[in-house]
């Protein structure tokens, strides 16, 4: 029989190996961790941990793609029409609501007003001649006693900002001629283009010639009365048409006077300015030339084809 000694000893000796055998599975346990911890491609708990980076990438690629769409159709070159947020961020895409004062006969106001034909500049073309008739044209400033008109053709015409406006004519034979543009010259007319009546052209060459090279520049004149305002057959107190007639400098604007202040008229191609809703009509007008000059005309009359003088005349330049 085993002594108490004995037994004791036996049985310290199973918790020795009992608590061995724990640590070495435990041990065992941990190493199995690491290992999987080490290669995540492989394990139960690996699936979890790589789609989380993989799901982050989609939602961010999604986000940016969301962001360039968004700013693709705020652009205005792809839809036509800014977005208001695009307006309220960038000023400068949004136009002025009052343009910057200029003293008038300033080099910018010139040009800003001028249009194709400017001071101060020779175009180069040809002239052709036409019968001129009455003097009566596209124009429609009516029949002239003076003939040394011409037309212009359609492209420096630029929807009749050419009427009225005096031309020095030179050819190359050194002979030239100041013409007043009272018509317009159509296709095959080309830019530079000067179609003058049968006597303008015949101070620069024998009508049969036909048609000769030529320089033209713009003119002030140095001698010219008041201008005149003519309201157009069948203007009323709801639609009038406007022109201006014998004035020194081409004429860029004309406006009318209205509650609201002064309203700017466009210009039609037979050079009336149109109030369509009748706004102004019979009220102050004011008119401004190619150099910036502005002159303002009261009392004329809501009278229909009817030349009504003024007082005033553009200055030379």
């Avoid at 049985?11 to 055998?21: E, P, S």
């Avoid at 009038?240 to 210009?267: D, F, K, M, S, Y």
Wanted: net charge positive; glycine share 10%; charged share 15%.
């Amino acid at each position: 029989m085993k002594t108490a000694r004995q037994a004791a000893r036996q049985r310290r000796q199973r918790r020795r190996l009992v608590l061995g055998t724990t640590l070495a599975l435990t041990a065992a346990g941990v190493l199995a961790y690491l290992v999987m911890g080490a290669f995540p491609g492989r394990g139960v708990n690996a699936g979890p941990a790589a789609a989380t980076p993989a799901t982050t990438t989609q939602v961010t690629a999604a986000a940016s793609t969301e962001s360039r769409a968004a700013t693709t159709s705020a652009s205005p070159a792809t839809t036509g029409k800014p977005t208001p947020t695009a307006a309220a961020t960038t000023p400068a895409a949004r136009p002025s609501a009052k343009a910057s004062p200029r003293s008038p006969g300033t080099a910018s106001t010139t040009t800003s007003l001028s249009g194709r034909i400017r001071p101060r500049t020779t175009y180069t073309g040809v002239a052709t001649a036409y019968e001129a008739a009455d003097g009566d044209g596209a124009c429609l400033f009516g029949p002239s006693d003076n003939l040394m008109i011409a037309a212009m053709n359609t492209t420096d015409y630029e929807t009749s900002r050419a009427c009225g406006a005096y031309v020095l004519v030179r050819a190359a034979n050194g002979a030239s001629v100041t013409v007043r543009i009272t018509n317009e010259c159509p296709l095959p007319c080309a830019p530079g283009q000067l179609d003058l009546s049968q006597q303008a052209f015949a101070k620069l060459a024998d009508l049969k010639v036909g048609r000769i090279p030529i320089t033209w520049k713009l003119l002030s004149p140095s001698t010219s009365g008041p201008m005149s305002i003519r309201y157009k057959t069948g203007s009323s107190p709801y639609w009038c048409g406007i022109q201006v007639i014998g004035h020194r400098n081409p004429v860029a604007r004309l406006e009318v006077r209205t509650p609201g202040g002064w309203r700017p008229l466009p210009r039609t191609d037979y050079n009336y300015f149109i109030s369509a809703d009748g706004s102004g009509c019979g009220g102050s007008i004011r008119v401004t030339d190619i150099y910036g000059e502005r002159l303002t005309v009261s009392g004329i009359a809501l009278r229909p084809n009817v030349v009504q003088p003024t007082q005033v005349q553009f200055a030379r330049h």
